[in-house]
Structure formats: C-alpha cells, structure tokens
C-alpha cells in the first residue's frame, strides 16, 4: 500500500508534469520551437552569470555576517537578527522598491551624488539585480549557517580555548568544517532562487538583456500568448532547477546528533576579531537596513490607503496567504512524514518538494488554467490557483524546515513508538508534536509571508476582479504614485516583520 | 600541590563555593550526585568560567589571571574532544602547534605520543573510524605531549564498557605516576578507582561537602552525605 508521502509526492509530480503537458498541448506552432537555439544559449549564459554573481556576493558577505554574530553579543544583536529575517521573507516587489529609493537616481544615493555634483548611474541592469538578490540572499545564508554553528559542541571552543587557538586556528578548526559542510547545499539553493528569479528582475532588470527563464515564460503568455515556448523554456527551466535540486539534495549534510554538554562556551578569538566583526556589521547593516527603512516613508502617506480597493486587495491577500500557508505546511507535513520510515526512507518526497523550486509558476498556472479551464468559470479559477500555486512555490522552505525536525524525532523515538505501537494520530500528538510544534509555527509563518508578498501568479491573474497588495503595489509603481506605492510596501513589510517576529517567539518558545 | 579556597561561582540558578587541597602528584577522583557542581569546579579550574571570589593555586602559582591556554592545566571531556576533520595524529599535534605546521622533531613526538597510548597503527585514521576508547586515548596522547602538569578530566570514560573504563583508569594512574601529573578526574561510578585515586572529593550542592581515602569515607560512621550517595 502507498503511503501518504509517497501519494503526495506522486500527486505533485503529476500535477505539474499535467500541467506543463497542458501548456504544450495548448499551442499548435511547434515549428516556432526551432529558431529558438540561439534565443535560449542567450538567455540561460546571462541568468546564470548574474545567478553565480549574486551567489558568490550572498555566501561570502553572508558566512561574514554570520561568523560575526557567532562572536559577538551586543545591544541591537536581536534587532539585526529580526532585520535579517525580515529581508529574508519581505516581499520580492518591495526589496525592488527599496533598491530603487536607495540606490535609484531620484533614490537617496541619487539625490546625494546629484547634491555632490555628479550624475549618479542607473540602478537598472545586472549590478541593481545582483544587489537586490544579495539583500535578499545574504541573510538566508547568514541566519542558515549562524544555525549550523551554534549546534557545534560547545566543547570544542573549550578545547581551543584551553589549546591557545588562534584566530586564524578557530576559523581553521572550528568554522571552515561547518561552512565546507554547509555552503555547497546554501550555494545551490541561492543559485536556483537567483536563476528563476522574477520580480527582481521584472523590476530592475533594464530589458531582456538580463531575462531569466522566468520573465521570458511570462513573456511569452501574458504578451503573445505563445503556450508552445512558454511550455518549451518551462521544460528547459525544470530540467536545469531537476538537477540542482538533485544537486542540493545529494550536498544536504545529513541530520547530526551532536549534542554537546555546553553551547555557549566562549570562543578563544573574541578579542582579535572584535575590529573586522564590527566592520562586517555596520557593511552589513548599511546594505540591509537602507532599503527596508526606506519603506518608513510610507508612514506620512498612510491616508492615500483609504480606499475600498486597499481594503479589498487586504482581504484577499490575507485569505490567500493564510490558505497557501495552511496548504504548504499540510503538502510539507504529508512529504515529510516519510521521514519517519528510517533508514528506508524513500527520496521520493525529496524530489516532489525540491521540484517546486525548478517548476515556473507562470507555466505551472498556465497548464493548469488551460487543463481546468472547460470544466468551470476561468474567472474564479484565480482565487483556488494563487493559493495553489503560491503553497507549492513555498513547500520546498516549509518541507526543509519539517522534515529534519521530523527526522530527529524519528531517530529519537521512531523504535520506542513503534515497540509501545504508537501509531498514526497518537504519533503526531504524543511524539512528533514537541519536535515539530516550533518548526510548524516557522514553516506556517514563512510560507504565509511568502505567498503575501508574491508577485508572481498574481501578476498573470491580477485585475480588477482579483487584486491583492503586492499587484497593488506594482500598479501604483507602475502609475507613479510613489506615494502611495510607499504606504503600501509599509504595510507589507510590517506584515512580513510582524510575521518573523512572531515565528522567532514561537521558535524560541518551544525550541 | 593544588589549592582552592573559596573558590565562589555565581548563576541566576546556582551558587558554588569550593574548598580543597590535592598534593602534587596525587590522584583526586571527584564524585557526587549529577548537578552538584563538579564539572563546574573542573571548569573553573581550566580557566572556563571566571570565579567571583576565592584563590586558586597550583604549586604555588595563582590561576585565576591566566587564561585557559596559558595555565598549566591540561583537559578532558566526556565527548568531542577531537576535531572531527583532522587524523588521529593531527589532532594530537594541536596540542604542540594549532598551526600544524610541524617540524621532524614535532612529529616524532606525536608519534611517540601516539605511541604510548598504543595507537600508532591508528594515527591517519578520523575520529569517526576510531572507538570510543581510541578517541579518548588520542585526547590523552595530546594532553600527555602537551606536558601540562596538572590533568583535568571530566567523566572521560562515562561513555567507555565497564571493562574498558576500569583500564582506561588504569592507563590514566600509570600515565600519571610516569609524567609526575597531578589529576582530577570526575567520576559516575566512583568504586571503579577506590584502588586507584589517592583521594576522593564528594561535591554536592556546589560544594566539596567531604574530602579524603576511599576508605575513611566509605567507613561506618564516615559522612552521612557520601554513604548516602553511594546507598550504603
């Protein structure tokens, strides 16, 4: 008999597989498809180039950032912490405004240089996608490895405390083992969200130049309505995130039982360090903070939000980011209760939640609106397949954070559960619950502030009919009303923030 | 000799306050119930929590302002006390240079290290192809080539079969008596050394409550605390 995550992840596999077969069916011109060879070698050298740039740029300032943190305690530390979150999980269409104000010609650093004498340069292009994706990135690796370093045994700063380590020993000893474990798994996983990223690109990318994947798929549908290349780079999309997503499967360490007596044992180095840290702080915070503070700006312009299609937008961004974030932790729960079958455990859930990473939502969408479309009214297929869409896009960050959690668990207690005939429902409440109530709560949280903040279905389904905050924020940019556009990404960035504030209670609550 | 006086330690949920001598040269096995503050004073001793008040000697040098690295005091934990990374030779060779940048002389000494220990067939293998026992002679090679005259072990065998942690113990006394160490070692299962150690120190409650001979303590009519914690 099949289990519930091996049924889950066939049921995934074979929606999307439905849904880009959908899409290709849909077109009639496979002819098309030929000329597009030098189009494609194009497309896939620049979204790789400014994918491994803005990789590169996030793993070295973000194993910086980290270390940092690791060595130092101070008043603010909490506050830089909840900031990282909050750039980690804001929405991708208000990290660009940010940019935009801060680094823009009429942004802060514009007007400055104009004041100073000199003509600013245009923030649009590669360098402007490059910095948002390391504002964006840069915290996702620094809050993974500052985790993965203070799981270390505590004993082990003791030992090099008591060997007369130096600096460079520590980094040598105790660091470099961790971030060699580490980075390979972090570095695939930035490189998939740069490649396949769309707003960013959307926004600051200055012209097809620098396309992704991404752009040239909603290119294809929402401007010329050519299914067959929109289904022909969504297959070449998931072929290439496939195999990086196997590629990060493979380089994901093991979980490790490393509990140490002491984990906050202090470290020989702290005093050597304590210059270049508080450098590698206030770089980091000067790149962080401007973009998301710059938001602050809506403050005076709260009023202009008083409208009934502010209103409505809210209400409909809260019901689809509440369902698709009770939808990804259900499809995260069901993946990952695979885990409780060690050691056979089968690399099938793996795959179906990795998977969602490569999928294109826009081609994703797209099969399935074509597949769905003679069955039932296309106007209300927008309210079921944002969420759909939105819960599946956010599985594979929902599943990373349950599925070790579940894991553990298994390790821990699977044999005692199983020899007591703990089974099913009593498993869940009596076992697991404990292990998995502060990753539920994180996986929850991110996955609703994700799907709050998107700006990628929406921008295919979006309208009058169905208009959610972040398609607000983008009409508005687009109109110029920066005023408002400002009150706006300040209400998604305090949703966003509220929403890791609250995970980071609830995680240190039942940690 | 080693001396602490008043050796106080203060956390929001725990106070400690040690009083004891231990004669240079001596085995001192240090037993008591779990969270009664031994691994504390151990690491007190070693430079790892910084006491509030007291005086902490040994052979006459005071302790309390030198850092970790720089007190004669060498340490052992019950777990992860190598550098999962690095060979068995290389994680005894931290303990000349953390660098590893060793000269011939330096590695004969860590062969010779290896070598007492009986672990010289051992010496490219990881911490993860070695046993429990292997890893915890290699940390006792490091400690031993270090040359620190004062050894600190913290429960290093708990983890060790009964069999192997009874010659461990008795590797350690022969090890000492050899190098002339002065050692403090806590213990589980304080009868594996009553042949053993030279004194006992029973420490509760965040103080070494009673201190001295297996026998004097384990006697009718020795401290009702120690006879206690022992079920006698």
């Not at chain 1, 470099?176 to 990223?197: D, G, H, K, N």
């Not at chain 2, 150690?197 to 509760?204: E, G, M, N, T, Y």
Request: aromatic share 6%; proline share 6%; charged share 15%.
């Amino acid at each position: 008999m099949l289990r519930p995550a091996t049924l889950t992840a066939l049921a995934i596999l074979a929606l999307a597989c439905g849904s880009l077969l959908g899409l290709a069916r849909a077109g009639s011109d496979i002819a098309t498809l030929a000329t597009l060879g030098p189009y494609l070698t194009r497309l896939i050298a620049s979204a790789g180039l400014q994918a491994a740039l803005s990789t590169l740029l996030s793993l070295v300032l973000g194993t910086g950032l980290a270390l940092a943190l690791l060595r130092r305690r101070f008043p603010g530390r909490e506050l830089l912490l909840a900031l990282l979150t909050t750039a980690a999980v804001a929405p991708t269409i208000v990290i660009a405004f940010g940019i935009v104000a801060i680094y823009g010609r009429s942004g802060l650093l514009g007007s400055l240089a104009r004041s100073l004498g000199a003509e600013p340069p245009s923030i649009y292009g590669l360098h402007g996608i490059v910095i948002a994706h390391v504002v964006m990135n840069m915290p996702l690796v620094t809050r993974a490895l500052l985790h993965a370093f203070e799981r270390e045994p505590g004993e082990r700063r003791r030992l090099a405390s008591a060997l007369g380590f130096s600096a460079a020993d520590c980094f040598r000893h105790l660091d470099w083992p961790v971030i060699r474990r580490e980075a390979p798994a972090l570095a695939v996983l930035v490189f998939l969200l740069c490649f396949t990223s769309f707003a960013i690109v959307l926004s600051l990318g200055g012209g097809p130049a620098n396309a992704t994947l991404e752009v040239a798929i909603y290119e294809a549908i929402r401007f010329e309505a050519d299914f067959v290349r929109a289904a022909a780079l969504a297959g070449l999309q998931l072929l290439i995130c496939l195999a990086l997503a196997a590629a990060m499967t493979a380089l994901t360490p093991k979980s490790r039982e490393e509990a140490g007596a002491e984990r906050n044992a202090t470290r020989p180095d702290l005093f050597a360090l304590r210059r270049l840290d508080g450098l590698v702080l206030i770089l980091a915070a000067a790149l962080i903070a401007p973009p998301l503070f710059s938001v602050a700006g809506g403050l005076g312009a709260m009023t202009t939000l008083a409208s009934a299609e502010f209103v409505r937008a809210a209400v409909t961004s809260a019901v689809i980011a509440v369902s698709a974030g009770l939808l990804a932790c259900l499809l995260a729960l069901l993946l990952a209760s695979g885990a409780r079958r060690l050691p056979q455990r089968s690399r099938l859930p793996d795959l179906a939640a990795f998977a969602m990473l490569g999928l294109p939502p826009f081609a994703f969408v797209a099969g399935l609106y074509v597949l769905l479309r003679g069955f039932t009214d296309p106007a209300s297929l927008g309210l079921v397949l944002v969420p759909l869409v939105n819960a599946l896009m956010a599985l594979p960050y929902a599943y990373r954070l349950l599925a070790p959690a579940l894991a553990t668990s298994a390790q821990r207690h699977g044999r005692l559960a199983e020899s007591l005939d703990i089974a099913g429902w009593n498993r869940l409440r009596l076992v697991e619950w404990p292990a998995l109530r502060g990753a539920l709560g994180a996986a929850f949280a991110f996955a609703t502030a994700l799907s709050l903040g998107d700006f990628g279905v929406i921008a295919l389904f979006g309208g009058p009919e169905l208009t959610t905050l972040p398609y607000l924020l983008a009409n508005r940019l687009g109109a110029y009303r920066i005023e408002e556009a400002s009150a706006l990404a300040l209400v998604l960035v305090l949703s966003a923030g509220g929403l890791a504030f609250l995970t980071q209670r609830w995680s240190a609550r039942h940690a | 000799m080693l001396e602490f006086a008043g050796l106080a330690l203060r956390y929001p949920d725990f106070e400690a306050c040690y009083d004891l001598t231990v004669p240079a040269g001596a085995l001192c096995a240090v037993i008591g119930p779990s969270g009664g503050g031994k691994t504390t004073l151990l690491h007190a001793i070693a430079g790892f929590e910084r006491p509030s008040a007291g005086r902490l000697h040994f052979n006459g040098q005071d302790l309390l302002p030198l850092a970790p690295a720089a007190r004669p005091v060498s340490i052992l934990f019950q777990d992860h006390n190598l550098f999962p990374h690095l060979t068995a030779a290389e994680n005894v060779g931290l303990g000349l240079k953390p660098s590893l940048r060793l000269d011939v002389d330096e590695r004969e000494r860590v062969a010779a290290a290896l070598a007492e220990v009986n672990l010289t067939e051992f010496a490219s293998r990881r911490p993860a192809e070695l046993s429990g026992g292997q890893r915890q002679r290699v940390a006792l090679a490091r400690a031993l080539l270090r040359g620190k005259p004062l050894m600190l072990l913290d429960e290093p065998f708990g983890a060790l079969d009964p069999g192997l942690r009874r010659e461990m113990i008795d590797r350690v006394d022969t090890l000492r008596r050899s190098h002339g160490l002065t050692v403090l070692m806590t213990l589980h299962t304080p009868e594996e050394a009553a042949q053993t150690a030279d004194l006992f120190a029973f420490v509760a409650n965040g103080r070494v409550e009673a201190a001295g001979p297996w026998d004097r303590l384990t006697a009718p009519g020795g401290p009702e605390p120690v006879r206690r914690f022992l079920g006698r």
